[in-house]
């Protein structure tokens, strides 16, 4: 009976818990929706990258983040070999103005991009950036899908979550309701609709392709050895399973005399 | 004989061959002992990783952000230096974690090894110290960590907030506090190998406490090779755990947030510390006040350290420890409980949780003092049998034994019922069966093993008996049980065989044979009928007991205290 009753009380105690949990979240976007879970082709153990993907998404980078947003620690010389070949790096490269110097008069100058160069940053500064954006401040995207919990879900489900607030729900003029998003008002617009981009490899963009193609290449932005590490912890946890079996067939031949000591009962009756 | 390489005599080295190589060893330690060695691997990892970290990281409020993400990005395998030494940080909890655990079951911390514990403590939070410090790299979290944790402090009275400023080297966590919190990151892990050292130094005046928690002087081995190969497999299946982490969830075990450069003007929703500081991080917000939070922290680590001194159990060992055993999980339950409350946000039920929690913790360490004068009663229970009888609580066994007679008639010869002890004589042949019967079986439960013991009645015919003092505990009553053995006329000899693959160390093993203790018990007084293969005499006393002179020769006894 007394086991019962803890049993009970337990029970209830849980659904209690259950129940404030539901409660807190009863508002869908007050703490964000959280993302649902997409298979990503570069999830798995020994997947690489889809290098396609990172060069089409690096073109809608381009064409339409990078208006707004930086990623100022990518360089270009960091696309070649992984979504360009080097002499297109130094064509996408040149087709930007950098400012450097000062020169030998002590003067800055502008001189086209080379492949060494980072990402050019939008807006020279922050309160630049505030002030094009009615106070919002577009944050760098190098980082992005690690700086965010379940980052890669989470940007692909904000990019294709705009949707019309709910019943009851008013949002601010020049803010834009997404329920991903904490407090569900973004100053973001949607920025993704079919056809927004022209592909090089005459993929057909579709706002949910330029998300994914977008989403996989920040991904690669923020962690550029995702591929090396993969392969490397692959060999590494391979030598490592084979010395555990030898470590362990090892330990049994030193340890063998200690464990095979026994005391003998000899007994005269 | 194996002929010793002279160097190994000379000073410096015979101290290195007396601690690392000859260093005698209980045979019986479990791979629960691999965790200090694998605490060093970690630290050694901590120490090669940082070493080459801080050749490429620039420890200003500017370019620290910076840096780490040149280290990811541009240094080759940059990636994986930060990964393991982020990675190793946590590790290195783990393992010393349940180092810690490993101690507090088995009662490693118990006589004579007061010291072993206090400088462990000692280093866990030395520990503590530099990961936070290290944590501070002016990234979003850490730096808000860092300046609820520093202005801890301020609750420090008078001089509190004086301190918080000389920590922040200002008036807020700037550029002077990055500094002032980085050079000591880099000297305070050679700190911790000198804390190492000694609580090295101070384990081996008394050798390593073992799984049974008794006396294993009579039964110990050479470090190397046996220890170095044990130790070997702990490695390589830690380095297989490391690498999953290291590899393929290098960010799991931090927080997002920390790949946002610090924002001094927006507080992140929850501030989360590190995994590792949840548990301590919990009993700190369970407590609303300030100084009552820190004063609790104060307390934790009070308790760990006077744990050894409050401590009054004669038994080490949890296996014999019967109600240890349940609060010990109960412990560990605990700090789980409390590590998952210190990453919820501060509302209703999960303050009420904490702060029970909370209760729980410091519970343990309150009823340590009372826990071994309690269990050692139970273990005298015959007393506690006299004194229960008397209030007519006492619950007739003998039923319980006529139905265990009739269940096992052919493995009980004879059944005796004495004062305070019920006593089954058995075969030999079938000791084992009867043991594991007792133990498991449903309704019988014998779970404790008070002690083995050989004793010789020189006046008898059959003069040799092997007695298992067995101890149940059960709601109504504790109650004993003693198996004699079938009762030999006489032994012969003993013998202890070693077998080799290539039978190498058989003939060594042989020369180890002429322990002390065996020659007493075993050589000279021919008293030898041990059927079980792991006894080892411990204890030998004669007495005389209704004009009959007995000897006992104790093999296996949990309590330290003289008999």
């Known amino acids: 009976m007394k086991g019962l009753r803890a049993v009970a009380l337990l029970g209830a105690g849980a659904t209690g818990l259950l129940g404030l949990a539901g409660l807190a979240h009863a508002d869908e976007a007050e703490h964000g929706l959280s993302a649902p879970d997409y298979p990503w082709p570069h999830n798995g153990i020994l997947s690489s990258y889809d290098h396609s993907s990172i060069r089409r998404g690096h073109q809608v980078f381009q064409q339409v983040c990078a208006a707004c947003h930086s990623a100022s620690l990518v360089a270009y010389r960091d696309l070649i070999g992984v979504a360009y070949t080097e002499d297109e790096v130094k064509v996408l490269a040149s087709e930007v103005e950098v400012q450097d110097g000062p020169n030998d008069e002590g003067e800055m100058y502008s001189r086209p991009g080379k492949p060494s160069d980072h990402f050019q940053n939008p807006y020279p500064n922050e309160n630049a950036a505030r002030f094009a954006n009615g106070g919002a401040y577009p944050p760098d995207l190098s980082l992005i899908t690690k700086a965010r919990h379940n980052g890669q879900n989470y940007v692909f489900a904000l990019l294709t979550g705009y949707r019309d607030p709910p019943a009851g729900v008013s949002v601010r003029e020049g803010l834009h309701y997404n329920p991903y998003f904490i407090g569900g008002a973004i100053a973001m617009p949607k920025m993704l609709t079919d056809g927004g981009v022209e592909y090089d490899d005459g993929t057909v963009a579709t706002e949910s392709q330029m998300a994914k193609d977008v989403v996989t290449f920040l991904s690669w932005a923020a962690e550029p050895e995702m591929d090396e590490r993969k392969l490397a912890g692959f060999k590494w946890i391979l030598v490592f399973t084979l010395a555990l079996f030898s470590a362990g067939y090892y330990k049994r031949w030193k340890w063998s005399p200690v464990k095979s000591r026994k005391l003998v009962l000899d007994v005269i009756n | ?563």
């Not at chain 2, 004086?162 to 050679?190: C, E, K, M, Q």
């Open chain 2, 1 to 563: 004989m194996v002929r010793r390489l002279s160097i190994l005599k000379q000073p410096i080295f015979s101290t290195l061959n007396n601690h690392l190589i000859d260093y005698p060893t209980p045979s019986n330690l479990s791979y629960w002992w691999s965790f200090g060695s694998l605490a060093g691997l970690c630290l050694v990892i901590q120490i090669i990783t940082g070493v080459f970290l801080a050749m490429h990281y620039t420890p200003h409020v500017d370019l620290a952000f910076l840096s780490v993400e040149h280290i990811m990005r541009d240094v080759k395998g940059g990636w994986l230096l930060r990964y393991m030494h982020a990675n190793g940080a946590s590790m290195f909890f783990i393992v010393v974690y349940l180092h810690i655990f490993r101690g507090l079951y088995y009662g490693s911390y118990a006589s004579p090894r007061e010291l072993v514990w206090c400088l462990g403590v000692v280093i866990l939070l030395l520990m503590i110290v530099t990961a936070f410090i290290g944590y501070g790299k002016l990234r979003q979290m850490s730096f808000w960590g860092a300046t609820v944790i520093t202005s801890l402090a301020s609750a420090i009275p008078v001089v509190g907030d004086t301190i918080v400023t000389w920590l922040w080297g200002g008036f807020s966590v700037d550029n002077a506090t990055l500094n002032r919190f980085f050079s000591p990151h880099y000297l305070l892990p050679f700190i911790i190998a000198g804390a190492a050292i000694l609580h090295l130094a101070a384990l081996h005046q008394y050798g390593s406490n073992n799984p049974l928690g008794i006396n294993s002087s009579v039964d110990k081995i050479a470090f190397y090779p046996y220890f170095y190969v044990k130790d070997l497999v702990g490695w390589v299946a830690f380095a297989i755990f490391f690498s999953i982490f290291v590899f393929y969830a290098p960010n799991v075990l931090g927080h997002p947030d920390n790949y946002i450069p610090a924002n001094p003007m927006s507080t992140p929703a929850h501030i989360v510390p590190e995994w590792y500081f949840l548990p301590v991080y919990a009993i700190l917000r369970s407590i609303s006040n300030k100084s009552g939070g820190v004063a609790a922290i104060g307390l934790v680590f009070v308790s760990l350290f006077a744990l050894p001194f409050i401590n009054t159990s004669y038994v080490r060992s949890s296996s014999f420890r019967l109600i240890h055993q349940k609060l010990f999980w109960l412990l560990l339950a605990d700090c789980l409980l409390l590590g998952w409350i210190g990453c919820q946000p501060v509302e209703a039920p999960y303050v009420t949780i904490g702060q029970i929690a909370s209760v729980g913790f410091f519970f343990y360490f309150a009823i340590t003092p009372i826990l071994g004068k309690l269990e050692a009663r139970l273990i005298q229970n015959s007393n506690v049998c006299e004194d229960l009888k008397k209030k007519r609580r006492f619950v007739d066994n003998q039923s319980f034994f006529k139905s265990l007679i009739a269940t096992l008639p052919k493995w009980i010869h004879q059944f005796q019922k004495s004062k305070h002890e019920n006593i089954l004589y058995t075969n030999p042949d079938y000791l084992f069966q009867l043991l594991w019967f007792l133990k498991y079986h449903t309704n019988t439960r014998f779970q404790v093993l008070i002690d083995i013991c050989g004793v010789d009645h020189p006046s008898r015919k059959r003069r040799f008996e092997v007695v298992y003092n067995l101890l149940r505990a059960t709601a109504k009553s504790p109650n004993k049980v003693l198996i004699c053995a079938k009762q030999m006329r006489r032994c012969r000899s003993l013998q202890r065989d070693g077998h080799d693959l290539s039978n190498r160390y058989t003939a060594r093993d042989t020369q180890r044979d002429e322990l002390p203790m065996e020659n007493i018990a075993c050589r000279e007084r021919e008293s030898q009928g041990i059927a079980n293969p792991w006894a080892i005499p411990n204890r030998v006393f004669e007495t005389q007991l209704n004009g009959e002179k007995k000897l006992f020769i104790f093999f296996f006894f949990i309590c330290e205290r003289e008999v």
